[in-house]
């Protein structure tokens, strides 16, 4: 799960649900007992009050035989209900260490696959999500995960977090997705205080400068697709900043956000419901006279929650987000308290800042990665009743 939600993109929401019927049939056969924490039923509760809180909005709503299509990606967010029971009884490993070197691997794995398709196919890199901006997100969150194994003693791991978060920006720069190349900013800060010693002590080592060499010849090798991508950004710019209305990326997200406020003015208590989120877009986007594109979702994840259910599913949507932080914040002061806190941090914080610009949830890969993210801080956290019994 750590590896693969870059390099195979799907396959980690086909294990994530595996693993969610797998443990519901093992429950049901008692083949271990159901054992939650205070803080593990925290974030279940939390991220079942999300999925009803939209099915809810979405029954206020028209359309209503649309709804089962609509929410059956909900189910994920249910999964800890099993998942973490699953962890919980094998006691006495540590869930973390292997996570996050697995998120190096998949940060190095995701560099290699979008250098291939960049190269030497000369497209944007979308690795194995089959779409760009998953990509992009999945590589900044494996990026900030993976470089949390710079905190181990081992020059090897070490090695694995520079080559990491290295090969974290070769993905995001092959991506060509400027809204998450905007997001690495504020993980490269945690990462930097998460250990500023041992980053300045490792990076200067001949290994990390040959990472840093070889990252540096795929980048120039795609130097022609990304100054096109800059000179794009700067064109579209002027021209927005000069009044004028663009088709292209900025020009687009910018409609829609125009629309998606208006719509969700339109109903700020309970939304319009999840089935009908583009549609309450389309009086707004039509009064413009320019085509309206068969856009899933409104390019910002806050609003398009917003738009599926008001204020209730995005104080919903803001919970979720600042559970897995709240939990490992609190949790007791063992010898992985800080790096929980810190995959939760950059878990959270890669979300929410490449959720301005791009999707958020209602995808299969952002929802099994988040979700499973969360399930591995919960169950990681030493359980109090253990010690008293």
């Keep these: 799960m750590g590896a693969l939600p870059a390099v195979g993109g799907t396959v980690i929401s086909v294990m994530l649900y595996t693993f969610f019927v797998w443990a519901v049939m093992s429950l049901a056969l008692k083949r271990y007992e159901f054992q939650m924490s205070r803080s593990d039923r925290e974030l279940a509760w939390t991220f079942t009050a999300f999925a009803a809180l939209i099915v809810l909005t979405a029954l206020i709503g028209p359309n209503r035989p649309e709804i089962p299509h609509s ?26 260490q292997p996570y996050v070197v697995g998120a190096a691997i998949g940060a190095v794995g995701a560099a290699l696959q979008g250098s291939i398709q960049a190269v030497f196919f000369g497209v944007q890199a979308e690795g194995g999500a089959g779409n760009a901006a998953v990509f992009s997100i999945m590589s900044l969150c494996l ?66 400068l040959l990472v840093l060499a070889a990252a540096a010849t795929a980048l120039y090798s795609v130097q022609r697709l990304l100054d ?12 927005i900043l000069m009044g004028e209305q663009t088709t292209k990326s900025i020009g687009e997200r910018l409609r829609l956000w125009r629309a998606g406020w208006d719509a969700f003015l339109d109903s700020p208590i309970w939304g319009h419901g999840i089935q009908n989120r583009m549609a309450s877009l389309v009086p707004e986007l039509s009064s413009d006279g320019l ?33 897995p932080v709240f939990i490992a914040w609190r949790a007791p002061r063992d010898p992985n308290y800080r790096i929980r806190l810190f995959v939760a941090l950059i878990v959270s914080t890669a979300y929410a800042a490449s959720g301005v610009t791009q999707i958020m949830f209602k995808h299969d890969i952002m929802d099994a990665f988040f979700v499973f993210a969360a399930i591995v801080i919960a169950a990681s956290i030493p359980d109090p009743s253990w010690h008293a019994a």
């Design 291 to 323: 085509p309206v594109r068969n856009f899933t979702h409104a390019h910002n994840g806050f609003l398009s929650i917003a738009i599926d259910g008001g204020i209730l599913t995005l104080t919903a949507l803001l919970a979720v987000l600042c559970v």
């Design 71 to 96: 929410i059956v990606w909900l189910l994920a967010f249910l999964s800890p209900w099993t998942v973490i029971p699953r962890l919980r009884a094998s006691r006495g490993i540590d869930l973390l």
């Design 228 to 239: 096109g991508r800059w000179n794009q950004t700067v064109r579209e710019l002027h021209r």
């Design 143 to 208: 990026m900030g995960i993976g470089g949390l194994n710079i905190a181990s003693r081992s020059r090897t791991r070490q090695l694995l977090a520079i080559s990491a978060v290295v090969g974290g920006i070769v993905a995001l720069a092959m991506s060509l997705i400027r809204g998450v190349g905007l997001a690495m900013f504020p993980i490269l800060a945690l990462l930097v205080i998460f250990a500023p010693a041992r980053w300045r002590s490792a990076v200067w080592r001949p290994a990390s």
